[in-house]
């Protein structure tokens, strides 16, 4: 960051700004477009739920607690003609059957290709962007109204995209050829889908506040150095979504199950499903942590982007502690968590571990205290003395006897406020005044 103080070079800015270098000053979590892959799956069963493709009326599609046989392999039963665009693979699943709740737990690809081609595709335009409808109403696509500059809306596509972009000559098909893969890869997030990691932990943030969609803060408060409050920054809601105890349930049931395991269904089933992420919650030797999720539930979903020429992209969005109506638990979540890790692999494997472990000292009340504007200067303080001391005694300017204990003064300590900051004397010896940051 001292580079920046006086300004730097054109070489400087053209390469932290190189896509070859990975765009080191990009600011991913407002700037970074990346397909949600499974993250997005909750949306569209949202938007399932809420526009009847899931249900009891005789127009659904399937009913919430209704078994489906996932093969990992789902065929669009209205294609005109036998062709491979008609068939849809999942090399992510197995021969099992799942309902709504199941399908979030395990990711079930098939089940929500399914709801894309014959719950959305099939209605009438404009009922058949139902998904599209509802990823608005969740923030995406558009900005979420953060206090930071430059942030990008991202892209919910729709027949209207395709337009715009065929008429650019970016696209060669309009939204005249929207066609039904579009809408069943849309429905796994997908396609041209393409979020920011903000816009995704604000999305989770609607499941975690009863259907309560905000602007997000950067700062609760602004305070003086002696901890006075000067301005407070409240919530900023934008928008309430349609949230009943039937809509709720299957969503927050299967999202729990993703870090632990779902119990058999009423209506029959496979019992203990473990979710996608139950080692990373679950089994310390298996590279995840021992979580208290009895005390802590954390709801949550895997995603592994797949993205044209790269290799696929982790996902884990969660947020705790959860309600989870299917074992009576109720809680006011607290923490919402998104992470996307590039080219990194599968969701469950590497993003959900590492949010494990954010969320772990959080819930184990094992979080390191923030320290006040004036701890740090007295921190500073010490360091600045110690480091000059120590920097007298490499020069000479200091003498010692031959045990290194000071001949001519006393050598300065760290409170152990202060060592624990910016990790013992060690560190100032090695980086000076540089510890503290």
Known sequence: PREFVNGISQRQFNELTDEANFSPILNRAIQGLYPPGSTFKVVTAYAALTQGVIGADASSLVEADEFYHDTGTYRYPFCVEESDTCVFNSPYCCDRGVDLRDAITVSSDTYFYRLGGEGFFQRPQPLDEGIQESARAFGLGSYTGVPLPHERPGVVPDREYYDYQFERGVFLRSGDQWFAGDTV??????????????????????????????????????????????????????????????????????????????????????????????????????????????AWPVAGKTGTAEKQGQADFAWFAAFGPATWPERGFRHDPEVVVAMVLEEAGFGGDVAAPAVARVLLPIATHNVERARTAREVDACYAEVKHLASFLEGVRTGEIKVDADGVPISETRPELSEDCSELVGGEEAVAQRGLDALL
């Open 185 to 294: 890869n849309l429905a796994i997030g997908q396609g041209n889908l393409l979020t920011t990691p903000l816009q995704v932990a604000n999305a989770y943030a609607v499941l975690a506040s009863d259907g309560k969609l905000h602007q997000p803060n950067i700062a609760t408060r602004i305070t003086d150095r002696n901890g006075q409050v000067l301005e407070e920054f409240g919530p900023r809601l934008l928008r309430e979504l349609e949230w009943t105890a039937e809509i709720a349930a299957p969503l927050l049931d299967g999202m729990n199950g993703v870090t632990a395991y779902n119990l058999p269904s009423s209506s029959g089933g496979e019992a203990l499903l473990r979710g996608t992420a139950y080692e990373a919650f679950n089994l310390p030797g298996e590279g995840g942590v021992d979580f208290p999720l009895a």
